[in-house]
């Protein structure tokens, strides 16, 4: 019966008079409840602060009345396009600008595009309340929005779905990144195609909530391409265009690789240039306390060695260690000692890690004979199937 309430009283609203609506308003529903009937808008004030916790700001509120109904009275001034946030809270939580990340399904939050003029229609469910949300007659830039929601949303189910169907443990954490990063690519797949900047800069934060985009530096120098040229003065690009700068970001895919001195395990010290391979090339930043590389090296870059290395493979490892005893025990034991071996042994505070702008390992670069970064991050039966296709054909 509330279900059916809701939807005569939706229905309600929508037959009335356009002078009579609110620029920003709708039905919420409240099941349960745990929810407090308010809904909040929030303004970003920069690109950071886009589907971020705690840092936007709180512009106004409107209370959801018994019937769902809930109208704004308060919206800023915006002759070009601005991006907000509405978001429900639930009951004792005080902070009013905490936004629910972690799981989409349950996701508290969603962004709109407003602009002077507007007449924003929204529905929406509060316990689901971003794969709920709906705008009645979207403007082109707010439905992109939302088709940009079901993109994510789907992505996110499958990687779930195969997520738990893999192995777990440290050991596999590679396997759980490469789903991870298929999840990405369906947010960053619709960036690379949408012609909204705003919508895109959403798709942008979606990818890493976190800031984290170690992984896709690729992608984020890539936007800042395609929108500084017609809104090289907007701020958020601005913003994005310093972020993704190449001093800000890892050494990205096309470039040359530094041509820097390592300390080797036999202790001599030689340039990476000279231990190039005649067509191939990678680099491999490993540790011996790290489970995934322990077992790429075993699995992986032992049997490719055996098979390339004549064909003109070569591998240059390079480890986070500072205990120089782990560090050679580990590459014996692994059967990694067919190829070169360097390390600074100040684990962490490993100089070349810097000099590549990195944190995460895992990691590795495949490099052309001309020492050009082809490829960047390969590992598994992509690693395998990469140098196999490069080198063979």
């Excluded at 916790?53 to 601005?82: K, T």
């Excluded at 003109?312 to 692994?334: C, R, V």
Aim: glycine share 4%.
């Amino acid at each position: 019966m509330q279900k059916v309430a809701y939807l005569l009283s939706f229905i309600s609203f929508l037959n009335m008079g356009c002078a009579e609506k609110a620029p920003l308003s709708g039905y919420l529903q409240l099941p349960g409840d745990e929810w407090m009937p308010m809904i909040y808008l929030i303004q970003p004030t920069k690109l950071d602060e886009v589907a971020a916790s705690f840092v936007g700001q709180i512009i106004d509120s409107a209370q959801v009345g018994d019937d769902g109904y809930f109208a704004f009275e308060r919206l800023p001034d915006a002759p070009e396009s601005m991006l907000l946030e509405l978001a429900v809270q639930k009951k004792g939580e005080r902070f009013l600008n905490r936004l629910n990340n972690e799981d989409l399904l349950t996701a508290n939050y969603f962004p709109i595009i407003w602009k002077n003029g507007n007449q924003l229609e929204i529905s929406a469910t509060a316990n689901q309340f971003q794969t709920s949300f709906d705008i009645i007659n979207p403007s082109p830039e707010n439905a992109a929005l939302i088709h940009l929601r079901d993109i994510r949303f789907k992505a996110f189910q499958q990687y779930l779905q195969k997520k738990d169907s893999k192995k777990h443990g440290e050991e596999y954490l590679l396997e759980e990144e490469a789903l991870y990063l298929n999840f990405q690519k369906a947010i960053i797949d619709f960036a690379e195609n949408t012609d909204h900047l705003l919508t895109a800069l959403a798709a942008i934060r979606w990818v890493s909530p976190e800031g984290d985009f170690e992984r896709v530096p690729e992608f984020l120098f890539s936007q800042c391409e395609k929108w500084q040229e017609d809104f090289f003065d907007h701020p958020w690009v601005i913003e994005l265009c310093h972020k993704s700068s190449r001093e800000q970001l890892p050494v990205l895919k096309g470039d040359p690789m530094l041509d820097f001195p390592l300390p080797m395990a036999s202790g001599d010290t030689i340039a990476l240039y000279d231990l190039m391979g005649e067509g191939l090339t990678i680099l491999d930043l490993w540790a011996s306390w790290c489970a995934p590389c322990r077992r790429e090296n075993k699995d992986i870059l032992v049997p490719l060695w055996e098979k390339y290395h004549d064909k003109g493979l070569q591998i240059t490892a390079y480890a986070l260690d500072s205990s120089e005893k782990a560090w050679k025990q580990s590459i014996e034991k692994d059967g990694a000692d067919r190829w070169e071996h360097a390390s600074h042994l100040r684990g962490d505070d490993a100089p070349l890690l810097e000099m590549l702008r990195l944190r995460t390992i895992p990691a590795n670069f495949i490099l052309d004979a001309d020492g050009i970064i082809i490829a960047k991050n390969l590992h598994g039966e992509e690693l395998v199937k990469f140098v196999e296709e490069y080198l063979m054909h």
